[in-house]
Every structure is written in C-alpha cells, then in structure tokens.
C-alpha cells in the first residue's frame, strides 16, 4: 500500500488525492520500484463493495483508490480532507500517459470489445506524440481458463511495459488487478474502465447500448447511500491507521 491517507466511505477506503497527487504517487512508484494497481470508484463502487468482500478487499489493498465521483469528494471533504478531487478513469489516463511521454515509459492495453484497445493506442498515439505502446490485447467476452490467463500475463510481462491500462467492466476490472497484481511484472496496474471507449472514439455507443442497466444501478445504489452515509459518517484514515 501507499503513503497516502484514505477516506473510510462506508468501509471503502478512498484515497486523499486529486490529479496531480495521484500522477505524483504513480511516478513515485515506478522511480522507487514499488509495484501497486489503481481502482477508480464512485456510489457503485462502493455499494457493490458492500455487497462483496473480495472487491472491498481489492479496493482496500490498492495503491490507490481514487475519487470518481463527486460523492466520493464530498464524502472526503466531510472527512476533514479539503485538499480532495475528482479523480475519473478517462482524466487519470490522460494525465498518466502525458507523464509517460516525457518519461519514456512504455503502456500495454488490456481489455475493451474486439479492436477497441488497438483504436485506443492509435488515437493516444495522435494526442500524444512519442508515446510508446508495447502491446494491446481484448480478453474473450467469458470467463477464461487458468492456462489463458497464463498466457495472457505471460504476454504483458514479455512486453516489458511499465504501465498497464485495464478495461474491463466493474467489478471483474478489480477482481482481475487484485487477482493478478502478484504475477504481473509492470510497475502499475491501472483500471480505468470506460476510458478504453471514451479515447478511442467509441463514446457514443457505448452510451447508446446501456443506458438503461445504467439507470437501474443508480436508481438501487443512490439512495442507499445516502441513507447509509447520514448514518455512517466518513472518517479520515491516515496511512499508520490502515
């Protein structure tokens, strides 16, 4: 785990950053050889953590869970922690991958429909001239088997990346870091989700295909955290607490 103090939102610890905290703690891994994956959480992240142990469990032990969503910022503000930010998956990558250019720093892309990650390299290749892509690969939409996640990680790690994007739906993108951070060689593990659409150009259809399962998970997860965080109040946790 990192240096950094977390919020205790409804057991779930969100780390105290905002973008240039969270670039600044990567970069301090990777300088220090230090190996650690990135969550990206909000209300869903959260609620679905309560309704699971191993993905609290994969939130907790990242290097960084970072704020997503607002409610995740306000939640760290009523905290005693000011300094917090929103933090999103798409806002991260940009960032990070800005710092990778001037670092050299190699990236792989993992995950996202047949073709996406590849489209993604091609348009982060545009944005950001001299990036360096070592690789990109979109698992089979079903569960795999244990000697094709052999395979797989045995391919991110001979690509020597240093950083590795994943995105994958929550909460099998957690599960999968938390599951893997211990065989995988790259420095940082990064899950970011719905940014593998939103840069490579995909915005619109993926919004265009599930609305409406979006809906439903707000309407079940929204107001049951608000009932529960006026009942449970977030508390800041520095990193000797954790």
């Known amino acids: 785990m ?5 919020v205790d939102v409804l057991g779930v610890g969100i780390s105290v950053v905002n973008r240039a905290a969270a670039v600044h703690e990567i970069t301090r891994w990777i300088d220090t050889g230090e ?5 990206v959480t909000d209300v869903q992240g959260v609620m679905a953590s309560r309704r699971d142990r191993e993905l609290r469990r994969a939130h907790n032990e990242s290097g960084l869970t970072v704020p997503g969503g607002t409610a995740m910022v306000r939640a760290g503000h009523r905290a005693g922690a000011p300094g917090m930010r929103q933090v999103t998956g798409p806002d991260l990558m940009l960032d990070v991958l800005a710092r ?3 670092r050299g720093w190699t990236s792989y892309f993992y995950g996202g429909a047949e073709g996406v990650p590849e489209m993604l390299a091609n348009h982060l290749g545009l944005r950001f001239p001299g990036l360096k892509v070592v690789g990109a690969y979109s698992p089979p939409s079903r569960p795999l088997t244990p000697r094709e996640h052999a395979a797989i990680t045995a391919r991110i790690n001979g690509s020597g990346a240093d950083l590795l994007w994943v995105g994958l739906p929550t909460p099998e993108q957690e599960r999968w870091m938390a599951e893997h951070r211990g065989r995988l060689e790259a420095p ?3 899950g970011v989700g719905t940014a593998f659409d ?3 150009s995909r915005r619109s259809q993926s919004w265009a295909t599930g609305p409406r399962r979006l809906w439903q998970r707000y309407a079940r ?3 049951a955290y608000l ?3 006026a009942l449970r109040r977030p508390r800041l946790r520095m990193p000797a607490d954790r």
């Open 188 to 190: 940082v593990v990064l």
């Open 221 to 223: 997860d929204n107001p």
């Open 2 to 6: 990192s240096g950094i103090a977390r």
């Open 100 to 102: 990778a250019v001037e």
């Open 198 to 200: 939103s840069h490579a």
């Open 35 to 39: 190996r650690h994956y990135v969550c």
């Open 227 to 229: 009932t529960r965080i």
